[in-house]
């Protein structure tokens, strides 16, 4: 790339200024924790993990909407599109196959960047260029009447953006964008999501939980909650608001430290230079979205694609 080129457009990557880069205060020194008292740096886990969920729930209202037109499309007999890139790829291609175990129908269609390569090795070079998003959406078949409903969790992506501007040009069903900044931040520092808030034609929900409990490109709590919102809209009946109490109910009551056996035994493999085999039954697309998202997180090797990269530390049976 021509460096002059690039120093002209890298400020509209930088991002370290929105909430979901930004450093949580509850786990900083997470690192000195895990060799310290394991125990409690997941307990730790658990604190952040419960005060998303809080925030989320004081702005679970703004989902009423969203709920009626997925079910309003589908009985119409239209379709709903799921979109994402990374992990919120991989949590729409598993919300899809939610939907097909529980109604065998094909209603429910998801795409993420970089297709399906993407499940098992981080693509972040289409997550750059809204016109993949654009082509993507056309060639899986969206038309008149269908509702997208994409999620980003930084609110910023182009491949989303450029699929979620596309949708809102072909269907009179406004398509929406869920994300997990302040509306206004996004407004004031950030162009391609500028354009995008400001369209009349697109639903724009922000769903802000604060900063995850690891900064970087997992965005955990981001993600789960995205899924939530979408999935409790698309697979449930029951009113949200008395879902997330369950959910809230369970976490908390979730004893986080029966992890530490388990992540002690696995750093013990790799610290011998031998490898993990996941065997996932009914979760195989969770598993893929946490061993692809560690891999640029903490700099460890991809799923092997080809002759002659390194061998990746952990690897995904499907029975």
């Not at 690039?6 to 786990?27: A, D, I, N």
């Not at 004893?255 to 002690?264: C, G, Q, T």
């Not at 013990?268 to 560690?294: H, L, N």
Request: net charge negative.
């Amino acid at each position: 790339m021509n460096k002059d080129f690039f120093l002209s457009q890298y400020e509209k990557y930088q991002l370290g200024h929105l909430v979901t880069e930004q450093t949580h205060p509850l786990t900083q020194g997470l690192s000195n924790h895990c060799h310290e008292d394991l125990a409690h740096a997941l307990q730790t886990f658990q604190k952040v993990d419960l005060g998303a969920l809080e925030l989320f729930k004081n702005q679970i209202a703004q989902l009423t909407p969203l709920k009626e037109a997925i079910h309003q499309t589908l009985n119409e007999g239209k379709k709903v599109f799921l979109c994402g890139c990374g992990a919120t790829g991989r949590l729409s291609l598993l919300l899809e196959s939610l939907w097909r175990q529980k109604t065998n129908r094909d209603n429910v269609v998801s795409m993420m960047a970089g297709g399906d390569v993407a499940m098992v090795h981080s693509l972040e070079g289409f997550e750059d260029y809204p016109q993949y998003g654009e082509r993507h959406l056309l060639q899986l078949g969206f038309r008149e009447g269908d509702l997208l409903v994409a999620s980003s969790e930084g609110g910023e992506t182009p491949y989303v953006i450029g699929a979620v501007e596309a949708a809102a040009k072909i269907s009179k069903k406004n398509p929406y964008f869920l994300f997990c900044n302040p509306t206004d931040l996004l407004l004031q520092t950030v162009e391609r999501s500028r354009n995008l808030l400001n369209n009349k034609l697109i639903n724009s929900l922000s769903l802000c939980v604060g900063p995850m409990a690891l900064a970087g490109s997992t965005r955990l709590q981001a993600s789960t909650v995205l899924q939530l919102a979408i999935g409790l809209c698309l697979l449930e009946d029951e009113d949200p608001l008395i879902l997330i109490d369950d959910f809230i109910r369970i976490i908390k009551g979730i004893n986080y430290s029966v992890l530490k056996p388990m992540i002690e035994k696995e750093a013990d493999i790799y610290q011998e230079k031998s490898f993990v085999m996941y065997t996932p039954r009914a979760f195989s697309t969770t598993v893929f979205t946490d061993t692809t998202e560690r891999a640029p997180t903490f700099s460890l090797p991809y799923f092997e694609d080809s002759k002659g990269t390194p061998s990746s530390w952990c690897y995904v049976l499907i029975p």
